[in-house]
Structures are given as C-alpha cells and as structure tokens.
C-alpha cells in the first residue's frame, strides 16, 4: 500500500508562483510509483488531469498549463513536483496527487483517474486576479 502526502497549495495573485510536493510513503516506493501524476478538481467541476511523469522522465501535460507548469520526480524518494508559473484564476481548485506501478502511456495524452492507483488527499491552491 502506498500513502500519498501532498504539500505546497496556498493562496496567490494571478501571475504568481507556487510549487506542489507530493511524496510517497513507504519509501522509497519506487515499484508504485514507476508513474506519478497531478490532477485537479474545481469546484462544480469534474477532476482533470494536469501532468504526469514516469520513471524514464517522459511528461505529459494539459493544453491548458503547457508553458506555465513543470512536473518533474524523484524516483529513488518517490516524490513528484509540479512548478506553477504565471497563475491563473482558472487555476484555483484541489490538486491531487497520484501514483501507480504501471505506465507506457506517459508523452503520448494527458493522464486519466483511471491511469492512478494511489491517490493523495489533496491540496488547495487559490489564484486571486
């Protein structure tokens, strides 16, 4: 079983910067998290995946964030971090964390739920204009 942490969510101003942490426990969990993702839900909205990134450093992104969000990992921690630049009020919602064993979709479409096992609990991330 693997436990997701996340950290990093806040308040900003449109144009500001924040920076998500996601670690996994037990570590190092590196057989479950091969490939770890960041998704997000709006409220009234349904969950969206944001990015993802496996083990071999493939990326995947939403059009929406392409340009502004990076994702990378730490494999020997388990960790995953996704860099928020220039952010929008349409970024405002809950970031979720996800992790799983499998993989080989990374670089060829956004994430799904469906593609993640294990999930964190979520972290507010609020963008004021």
């Known amino acids: 079983q693997v436990q997701l942490a996340e950290s990093g969510g806040g308040s900003v101003q449109a144009g500001g910067s924040l920076r998500l942490s996601c670690v996994a426990s037990p570590s190092p969990a590196n057989s479950n998290t091969r490939t770890m993702g960041w998704f997000r839900q709006a409220p009234g909205k349904e969950r969206e995946g944001v990015a993802a990134?496996?083990?071999?450093?493939?990326?995947s992104y939403t059009d929406s964030v392409k340009g502004r969000f990076i994702i990378s990992k730490d494999n020997f921690k388990g960790a995953v971090y996704l860099q928020m630049n220039n952010l929008k009020p349409d970024d405002t919602a809950v970031y979720y964390c996800?992790?799983?064993?499998?993989?080989?979709?990374?670089?060829?479409?956004?994430?799904?739920?469906?593609?993640?096992?294990?999930w964190g609990q979520g972290t507010q991330v609020t963008v004021s204009s």
């Open positions: 990134i496996e083990a071999d450093g493939s990326m």
């Open positions: 996800a992790a799983d064993p499998r993989g080989g979709w990374v670089g060829l479409r956004v994430p799904y739920e469906t593609d993640f096992d294990y």
